[in-house]
């Protein structure tokens, strides 16, 4: 029987499948929206996400929400979660076992949303959806399909701050980006299509560990 976001969160309120769990004040599940046609994913929880319980809250939070803003969405719209529900020690990077081991809660969490475009915040989450070993920079400003789901990379809100903020390049480019993600959930035709794969794949293709393929 298929459970219901609220019962994952539950049950991953308390996961230990990971050497993360030691060291966190708490699990950041997500801000998870059944009927949210987008989805982002960062990395993992930082210091403030691991106090408040929250994903991208602070800075980098604010950051996100002003450029929804700028498409005409508000958080609460759309879904955000981290790949590593608990936060490294130090922020250092998450370790292949600690992906592993917390894979299972994000391909549960994007089956239960079915989100129709999924944005990946940085170079981290970029990789390891998309399976590449290329960089955010050469990945960013284009259309992905990853399982008939759009995916659309794009800069870390926090690397835009700790990298010139307002007046850097990048943050041009996150502009750029948000506005694809605009168009693109905008788009009837983009919407037809996706949603038959959708559709489709939810016989057949189902996203799994298998799948990702992660190393
Ligand atoms: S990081 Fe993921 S797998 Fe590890 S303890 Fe936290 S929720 Fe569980």
Request: charged share 20%; aromatic share 6%; glycine share 8%.
């Amino acid at each position: 029987m298929t459970r219901t976001l609220v019962e994952v969160a539950s049950e991953a309120a308390v996961c230990t499948r990971c050497r993360l769990a030691q060291g966190r004040t708490q699990v950041v599940f997500g801000q998870v929206n059944a009927g949210a046609d987008l989805l982002f994913i960062g990395e993992a929880p930082g210091f403030h996400e691991d106090k408040q319980g929250e994903p991208f809250v602070g800075a980098a939070g604010n950051l996100l929400n002003r450029m929804l803003g700028e498409i005409g969405l508000a958080r609460d719209e759309v879904s955000v979660v981290n790949v590593i529900k608990c936060r490294p020690p130090g922020n250092r990077d998450p370790q292949p076992d600690e992906i592993e081991a917390c894979t299972p809660w994000l391909v549960e969490q994007i089956s239960l949303i079915q989100p129709k475009v999924i944005v990946t915040l940085g170079n981290f989450a970029t990789k390891y959806v998309l399976n590449t070993a290329t960089g955010i920079t050469r990945l960013r400003g284009q259309m992905h399909d990853w399982h008939g789901r759009s995916v659309i990379p794009t800069f870390h809100p926090a690397a835009i701050l700790h990298g010139g903020g307002e007046k850097s390049r990048q943050f041009e480019l996150l502009r750029e980006d948000f506005e694809l993600v605009r168009r693109t959930l905008a788009a009837p035709v983009a919407q037809a299509q996706i949603q038959a794969q959708a559709q489709a794949q939810v016989q057949t293709d189902e996203p799994s560990i298998d799948q990702l393929e992660l190393f």
